[in-house]
């Protein structure tokens, strides 16, 4: 499998309910990054966390990163029907490696009203 | 906000003919890059640029593509002679560092027939 993968590929949930993606890496991370993209549209930066946090949260959004088992998870709460898009996560390498980001292959979110 | 502004928004091209594809990153950034997504598949990087030189690209990069900065504002990403399986959403991105995340502009649909 490739650097960052998340899982699940399509979640659907009610509104008002959590939704939460996992992703997964395999090499060693500077940062790792949560973008949101409504479909053919660009790419919304969310939340980045750097490989030496633990848990961060902006608004509505939680990330967590575990280096050991090289995973992330992003959970949104209460969730909305505005928030149906498809949600990737996205690392980066050391700085002095060029920084270039490699995505996975994203979660289709649908949240029905 | 600033914005990562790409021009234009969808370009529909013959096979074999020359696109160049234009962003303007945000100002104060310095590090500036070209991604793209095939229809239904992730995002992948393509080249980063950085003090007027290319610093990484990918496999995809080859001798049919190309970058420039011009004028110190513009960004563009040249293919030479398009062919049909070129047909993708290309995005540009800037960052201003590695600390923070990147901004990715809406895109362009480049369509080739």
């Known amino acids: 499998s490739q650097q960052g993968e998340e899982d699940p590929q399509a979640l659907s949930i009610q509104e008002g309910e959590n939704a939460t993606m996992n992703c997964s890496y395999k090499?060693?991370?500077?940062?790792l990054q949560w973008y949101r993209q409504n479909s053919g549209r660009g790419l919304v930066h969310l939340i980045l966390?750097?490989?030496?946090?633990r848990e961060k949260h902006s608004g509505r959004l939680r990330v967590t990163l575990d280096t050991s088992k090289k995973s992330s998870s992003l959970l949104i709460t209460a969730s909305r029907a505005a928030d149906t898009a498809s949600y990737f996560c996205a690392t980066d390498r050391a700085p002095n490696q060029g920084g270039k980001l490699i995505f996975g292959q994203g979660t289709e979110l649908s949240v029905k009203p | 906000e600033p914005e990562v502004t790409q021009t234009p928004s969808h370009q529909v091209t013959q096979m074999g003919q020359e696109v160049i594809l234009r962003c303007v990153p945000i100002s104060n950034h310095l590090y500036f890059y070209w991604y793209r997504q095939i229809l239904g598949q992730k995002v992948e990087f393509l080249v980063s640029?950085?003090?007027?030189?290319?610093?990484?690209k990918s496999e995809i990069f080859d001798d049919q593509f190309s970058v420039e900065r011009p004028d110190g504002s513009n960004f563009t990403l040249k293919i030479r002679s398009t062919k049909l399986e070129d047909s993708a959403m290309y995005f540009c991105?800037?960052?201003?560092?590695?600390?923070?995340?990147?901004?990715f502009g809406s895109g362009t649909r480049l369509t080739v027939v």
């Open positions: 966390i750097r490989s030496n946090e």
């Open positions: 090499t060693s991370i500077n940062n």
């Open positions: 991105a800037s960052s201003e560092d590695f600390v923070h995340g990147y901004t």
């Open positions: 640029f950085y003090n007027n030189e290319i610093s990484e």
